[in-house]
């Protein structure tokens, strides 16, 4: 009797790299959006203090979204959780470019908050379950991935400011950036951890196993 790992791995490594791809985009976004805040802060003509207010509700809320993400991708699996939750990010940052204001800003900032934290979450299960598919480590350099798009982020940020672009243009940027990889995620299949085992032609019978999920 013979089994075969046959849980399609070309799905599988797709999947990782568009999840590389969301991941340090996502990171070079809000890094860049960041320093775009310098710009922000001159047409809104709102305090450091009151922006750091404003700050923390999105970083309490992310806290939040990545302590209840796994529960998420538990129940509706990491690619329904990337594509419910990157539409968040995009749309906060439209939100943003169109209707500048300090409540504007509030808001978008829960929206942020309530995105990042649940993608963030679902693109690490994506890398967990290929790892434990193809027995290799790879979170190491996914983790690292982060740090290094956020430098990359930062000194884009400085630069389109330095050549003239403000806030706005640069959430538009942000925009065209994300929605392209969302309508791959939409059109893309991302297997979950376990075996497939596949019918087995043998010389005297046919023996049949059923799909076992880890």
């Not at 939100?95 to 942020?112: D, E, H, K, M, Q």
């Not at 790879?138 to 982020?153: M, Y």
Request: with cysteine; charged share 10%.
């Amino acid at each position: 009797m013979h089994t075969r790992r046959l849980y399609l791995y070309g799905q599988h490594d797709w999947a990782v790299v568009l999840t590389f791809l969301m991941y340090i985009q996502t990171a070079i976004v809000f890094s860049a959006i960041a320093v775009a805040w310098i710009d922000l802060l001159k047409v809104l003509s709102i305090s450091y203090t009151l922006l750091g207010v404003i700050s923390v509700i999105g970083a309490g809320l992310s806290m939040v979204s990545m302590m209840i993400g796994g529960s998420l991708v538990s129940h509706f699996g990491a690619r329904r959780t990337m594509i419910a939750s990157a539409p968040i990010l995009f749309l906060s940052h439209t939100t943003l470019a169109l209707f500048p204001s300090t409540l504007t800003l509030i808001i978008v900032n829960i929206g942020w908050g309530i995105g990042f934290g649940a993608l963030i979450v679902a693109c690490t299960a994506v890398v967990i379950d290929w790892e434990r598919e193809r027995r290799k480590r790879i979170i190491d350099p996914f983790q690292a991935s982060w740090n290094i798009a956020s430098i990359v982020g930062a000194l884009l940020g400085g630069w389109l400011l330095s050549i003239g672009w403000d806030f706005k243009q640069i959430m538009w940027l942000a925009v065209g950036t994300s929605v392209p990889l969302w309508i791959f995620l939409l059109f893309s299949s991302i297997p979950g951890s376990g075996i497939v085992e596949e019918r087995v032609i043998h010389s005297s019978h046919y023996a049949s196993y059923d799909s076992i999920a880890v």
